[in-house]
């Protein structure tokens, strides 16, 4: 098994530590355990880390790999199930791995800060931002006067911070409250601060803000920061030093560049080719599939006719917002859209959230009304169909969602979540459903046994080939992926995507695919359409965006992928 | 905020129109005379009847008895019950007694329902969490007329600790001890929602980044926990109060508490129209006034809903 290779890692253990400075953060054989219903379970093992003043050390690795638990036991915040094991966290020489309670209250907040993932449920929503700032002040016996939080607050970058101070939670935009995290994270400026995927969870322009204004600030102040990212492209960018974890194992570790060029251990060598950076190209599964490889390499548009399947029309989408005074204002989320779909090919709408990209996919898929407009579909106007008419169009085109955990009913088993839409169109009689079910988990690489399984008893990749296999089931023309590889690992990503690729090829699929992730566009489609506020605001063949991008929006698009600017040995890119 | 609470008012209006309605139109269609009822066995002179009936305004159609009686309400004259007595002053007797004891009743259910639900749900899985979830499951199961009768045998007649009834004497030294078996069964609902709510938002976001924040435990609990974990629980307890207020028969049967409960179930068995819906009318307004705090309650707790919109 793979696993047999990762025991047996080439750990290279950085001790660039000079003489007479003590590093600040030193992780020693560290060993997690976490007690389970079915026994215990080792989390991570002999992990070894180690961070000077002032440096910046990424971990880097997927869901499940240790990772954040690491990061965590290195503030005491373990879940209550988890203890650490065995092995040492020495934070300027004083073990605290087994420290007291009362020690570890002391530590957090002035020591060690940390900044979470989601800004949008690590702020308690029942509190002012302010009242957030202050109860962390005050518990780490600093001023927490207005205007010491008003100053906390506008050096996050966060402006107008004495009225934002007043605000809660909800009024503040996701950018806003990873600031306000920020701002909270590093109020006692603490020594260390660890900083769990900071921006993962938000728009790349505004992540690159961040991650910028986080950059100056702890350099201003000479804090050491442990960055945790599933993205090696983030990590290299951003740290001195990157550590790569896999499943509960520091299995590399090294200066960023360096490891980055030169990866030692296979794991690290896959995620380095997997990073979905912009050297990707679209041929990643001719790749792998050698003969195959020049039908492939041709364009999809012609191996398949080339003719437009799909023609969205000068589309536009108005919601009524009400104001205060019951007064209600027209909101423009999608405004004068029009863009062909041709038959085989796949084409990529990206923008950030609100830019009205999902709506356009909505509408498309008949969930949404168009306020104005036209869709196309086959020739045919979409919105003149009769409700028998649409039934038979909802047989032809399929969605994939973005969330595999929630778009699978926990309560219906593999089989008849898949085998769900055929009875639903009433196609075949039991055993050719069966049948069917079999072909399509063996398309999208699932076992058989799956079928009896439950959706909590699958991976997040998993699961996603599940959506692909229901999605297939009706023999589609069209499918349209709404995110459909965001919520995965890297990895996983960069098979699910594989698996669509190939899908594409055999069965001559089209493709509408709604990212924001401009990295998965590259990998993926043949023509580019971006969203700004509604509008678009370029369009092109794939290579064309890229490389010569036109918009200013677009060239900050491209800017803010993490990575970008690296420079990666050609073998790798 | 003060549009909202003039609005809400606003529909006590036809709030109170429908309910007294109904209620009015339910004792009318009673079987039976509350005349005939009033003598007993005797048969009285038809003269009599007659007499009492135009009193009452009994010969009149319902929209008219209806009327008259909205009327009434609407210049504070209740009139007088089947027996002569004034209804407003038997209603001014009654309500206190009930309010006092429905408040102390919900005051143990708020109080150490919240309290032992705080504890249970930050040690799941604990001895404290285990016991008192079987001793709640057990004060569910039980019914409250068994109950009842338990607690006054023991506490009041073996024990000695209160006595057994409250008669005339209603204080809330006297009234202790129904509030107790009144608040019981809520109690355990109230604890058990505590508990859940608690233990759910324990592993929160926002409760993890507040300790990593250096906040002492107790503040995160009481700061970070305690208040969103109250969210649900304050439905529960306002729309308990309306209960408590009107329906306390058991309760007040048992102990002899000269109450709402009991004066409703009197007028009910005599079928005395004014009397049934005044009370009636009263409660639409608890109800109504206990509903509106629960939603300024709201939405002092949760900043997120806004009621101006």
Redesign the interface.
Known sequence: MRDKEMTSPDVRIDETGATGVRPLLEIRDLAITFKTGSGEVKAVRNAHLTIMPGETVAIVGESGSGKSTTALAAIGLLPNNGKVSGGQILLDGEDIAHASEQRMIELRGNTIGMVPQDPMSNLNPVWKIGYQVRETLRANGRPSGPDDIAKVLSQAGLPDAKRRANQYPHEFSGGMRQRALIAIGLSCQPRLLIADEPTSALDVTVQRQILDHLETMTNELGTSVLLITHDLGLAAERADKVVVMYQGRVVEAGPSLELLRNPQHPYTKRLVESAPSLASRRIQVAKEQGVETADLLAPAAETVKPETFLQIQDLRKVYKLRSGLGKATDFAAVDGVSFDVRRGTTTAIVGESGSGKSTVAKMVLQLEKPTDGRILFDGVDTSALKPAELFKFRRRVQPIFQDPYGSLDPMYNIYRTIEEPLRVHKIGDQASREKKVRTLLDQVALPQSAMQRYPNELSGGQRQRVAIARALALDPEVIICDEAVSALDVLVQAQVLNLLADLQANLGLTYLFITHDLAVVRQIADHVCVMEKGRLVETGSTDEVFESPQQDYTKALLNAIPGAKLMLPPEVA | MIRFILRRLLQVIPVFIGTTLLVYYMVFALPGDPIAALFGDRQPPQAVIDTLRSQYNLDQPFWVQYGLFLKNLFTFNLGNDFTGQPIAASLARVFPVTAMLAVEALAIQAIFGVAFGVFAGLRRGGWFDSTVLVASLVVIAVPTFVLGFVFQLVFGVQLGWAKPTVGANANWGTLLLPAVVLGLVSFAYVLRLTRASVSENMN???V??????????P?VVL??IL??SLIPVVTYLGANLGGLMGGAIVTEGIFNVPGVGNKLYQAVLRSEGPTIVSIVSVLVLVFVVANLLVDLLYAW????IRY??
């Open positions: 929160a976001d926002y993890r980044t507040a300790t990593a924040k250096g906040l002492s435990r503040r700061a970070h208040r969103n707790l949760d900043p997120r101006d919109q």
